[in-house]
């Protein structure tokens, strides 16, 4: 079947279900949180230990590669430079691949963690204050980098070497064989890409409605509506959709480096103007901690139930699926934006850089909101408690020239919003035009206005906890596909590379 008409059957495919499920939301609210809940029970009692496995497979595997002879391996062709700089490089990984997230959950998430205290300790005392900080980090470090860059690995080697469209189902030609990529299972590979793709950003955008939400209500005192959160998806999709159309280096590129600059510069001045000993002691201690940690808690399932348990559903297992459903347009995107560098230089630069600025954030925010809350000079935990997403304008409330980094905050969270959505947008365009680098713009508009609408339709049914669910069902399927793709890869890499071959 020409490529042609592969790309037009997964576009229409994936357009069709889309939109049944937006219109299933938008006229059926209540019966479509009832129902994703039941999906949710299911997945997380039954498929909880292999979101756990996968994650921890993609942490290890890519670092095995970069450390093996595979490193000196080109993202590209033999000999070929670097597009970008390294400034530009990383502000664009960070944008794309982390960008609302780290705003959104800055301050809530290391203060939901001190009042519930899932590994134990006494109120406000100083093991639930690290243990706060070291399941922040956990979260927010080698594991979510580590499942973008085994896409961005697999991509490159056979998008840039292989001459393959720029598909995840042509990571499978070792199995499918040239006449397979035109099959029914490429077809079937490429829909649940988009179907991932559509459901991790959709949460993401649904986060940073509910959170310039709260900033115009603390600021403005901007009712928090329906209709107000539709208007600013209609506003910041607008913002999107256009960037996109620009192209990769017009668009993508000047906001994600502008987003880096305002993002240090909130960070920089929060460290100044907040408790900065406590925050470097946060960072170290929190660091120590993460690090001494890691592989007990990386397998840690509370098989007999208890607090641990349910905590883990709510937010690890719900973490790992957002980041496996993330890696399929943040894996392409930064695969498209790497080429040049070698295995080695991206694995050890896509996991170590982006994991210690966002440990560097949390530390900052975070650190900050927990010195506030246990020297009882701020009830910030109530405030969290009722909605996570206030808990940064909150905190604000009692920092120097806090209302000037309240507003510039705003601006970062719609900028944020703007890169994560151009750059998906850009992504699932080329998903659904069988690999094309250069998608037309009827699709860009298409699946624009489709992301920002299941956003909307997810926000009206149970806001935060349903955007959680569609995440953790999206990612399901796609988890044994990132895993296949990596034996793919292996299997490829492998045989064009024998040993005492050498690798350029």
Known sequence: MPEQQHGRLVYGTSVAVVIAVVLYGLFQPEEFGRQTNNLFVFVGGHFGWWYMLAMNVFVVVPLVLALSRFGRLTMGQPGEKPEFSDLSWFGMLFGAGMGVGLVFYGVGEPLYHLASRPFGGEPLSGQAGREAMRATFFHWGLHPWASYSVIAICLSYFQFRKNSPALISSLFTPYLGPKGQDGALARVIDVLTIFATVGGIATSLGLAVLQISSGLNQLLGLEKSAANSLAILVVLAAAYIGSAISGLNKGIRYLGNFNLALF?????????????????????????????????????????????????????????????????????????????????????????????????????????????????????????????????????????????????????????????????????????????????????????????????????????????????????????????????????????????????
């Open 264 to 504: 240090s510069l909130l960070a920089v001045a929060l460290f100044l103007f907040g408790p900065s000993v406590k925050i470097l002691e946060t960072f170290m201690t929190s660091l120590g901690a993460y690090v001494s940690g890691l592989v007990s808690q990386s397998f840690d399932l509370a098989p007999h139930g208890g607090g641990y348990k349910s905590w883990l559903n709510d937010w690890t297992l719900y973490y790992w699926a957002w980041w496996i459903a993330w890696a399929p347009f943040v894996g392409s995107f930064v695969a498209r934006i790497s080429r040049g560098r070698t295995l080695r230089q991206f694995v050890f630069g896509v996991l170590l850089a982006p994991s210690l600025g966002c440990f560097t954030w949390f530390s900052i925010f975070g650190g900050t909101a927990l010195s506030l809350e246990m020297s009882g000079q701020a009830d910030l935990t109530s405030v969290v408690n009722a909605d996570l997403s206030a808990g940064i304008f909150a905190l604000y409330q009692h920092i120097h020239l806090g209302t000037i980094m309240s507003f510039l905050m705003l601006i970062l969270i719609c900028t944020f919003f703007v890169t994560s959505g151009n750059a998906s947008t850009f992504v699932l365009s080329m998903y659904s035009s069988g690999g094309k680098q250069t998608p037309v713009k009827t699709k860009i508009f298409v699946w624009g206005i489709l992301q920002a609408a299941l956003a909307f339709v997810l926000m009206l049914s149970d806001g935060l906890k349903t955007l959680q669910i569609a995440s953790i069902l999206a990612a399901l399927p796609f988890s044994l596909i990132m895993v296949l793709a990596l034996v793919c890869f292996i299997k490829t890499a492998r045989r064009d590379f024998p040993e005492g071959s050498t690798i350029s």
